[in-house]
């Protein structure tokens, strides 16, 4: 079977590389050029763990190739898969720009049968949208060619890419079609789907749930964050409340971790874009236009909390460690750490980084604060001569940190830690602050 990608950001390039090892052969194709030659020449756009070792293993073995050729492409595949990004308009809404060409792409070059699958997170009526163009340059063409259009929305997560892609939770398959479905189902069963995890449905209900999953997710993060704001104000600790709450089967214990915000690709766009999706069909999401307001809000409290401890800025060196969203990604965008390092800037301090694979997009986002930053190789350099570290990324690295070697570095002995990774053994010697739970001197 003869399979077809298109666009390359790291769910086209996992999935691809996923695909080609289950007996079929697949083509990646992206406009860009210069992303196809790179993967083409052994590197990948974005890190992703294990990716890079599966590209290569793919690649060798003839299943796997890259090009910007969509023409070819299309012709030669029997299944397309969409992979493009959908961003959003002015007004937070997804906006289907680069989604409609290749639409209209595949009407042009298609000769025989072929189902169209849409894994990018797009709103309700978008398999409609496409089925639509992809018929109308059909008739333009005046011929009459079968297809199908499916969607089969992403769950994976940045960090756990292949784990995710091989071993899914679910896989929602809207569709009108039985036959399209069990064409993909076929495709899904030779990577070994256990078929309790297939949900079957329509094309919008599936569209639709993976904004609410998101947009849930969203909002059980913004509980917790401010539930755990709560904790300290009434000296509570909500690694015991969240514990606590978690053992209650309703509940449930993902996402009950409290950060100094939620951020990335997916969380924050999918929000707002649901939240402007019920307003075009009259409705007002109130519960997750609060969610939003408290993440954004989360963020801004995590430089309140240093200047409160520690109190004026000016002239302190803050060391920062970790900048992306979360662990095992190079992903900022929305990350808690733009919004805290331009803060405690703004306050006067000067800051030292580092990331362990964040470092570069910092470069360019934090270019306006460029003469008040400096970017280290770990996280002792960081700390050399600061007046406090700041963990916001809980790599796991910092884990197991040398914390006598970090005090020794270090000109004062602030300790924030804004995911609570030492809160079982706070580093000794710190004036530590976890993340709502009691503040402590270690000794």
Known sequence: MNICIIG??????????????????????????????????????????GLKALVSTSVSTGRLCFSSNILKAIKDSEIIFITCEVPTNDHDFPDLRFMKPIA?????????????????TVPPGTCQIIKQTIQKTLNERQVEIPFEVISNPDFARKGSMIKDCLVPDMVVIGSDSPAAVERLKSLYDSLHVREENYVITDPQSAEMIKY??????????????ELALLCENANANIIDVTNGMSRDERIGKGFMEAGPGYG???????????????KAYGE???VLTGAIRANDKQKLKMVEKIKRIMGNLEGKTIGVLGLSYKPETTDMREAPSIIIVKGLVAAGARIQIYCPEGNQEAKWRFHKEKDEISYC????????????????????EFKGIDQERLLTAMKDRFFFDFRNLFHD????????????????EIN
């Open 425 to 440: 053994e706070p580093p000794k010697g710190f004036i530590y602050s976890g993340l709502g739970i009691p503040e402590k």
């Open 377 to 396: 190789h770990d996280a002792y350099e960081a700390a050399q001569d600061a007046d406090a570290l700041v963990l916001i990324t809980g790599w796991r």
């Open 104 to 120: 209209q792409s595949i009407g042009n070059h298609i000769e025989k049968n072929v189902t169209v699958v849409i894994k990018s």
């Open 264 to 278: 990335g690709s997916d969380l924050p766009k999918d929000s707002k874009a649901l939240v402007e999706i019920a």
């Open 212 to 225: 609410g999953v998101n947009a849930f997710l969203a909002t059980k993060l913004s509980f917790v964050n």
């Open 8 to 49: 390359l950001g790291i769910l086209g390039i996992t999935y691809g590389s996923i695909l080609s090892d289950s007996d079929v052969t697949v083509i990646c194709v992206d406009t860009d050029d210069e992303t196809v030659d790179m993967l083409n020449e052994g590197e990948l756009p974005i890190y992703e763990p």
């Open 284 to 286: 007002d999401f109130k």
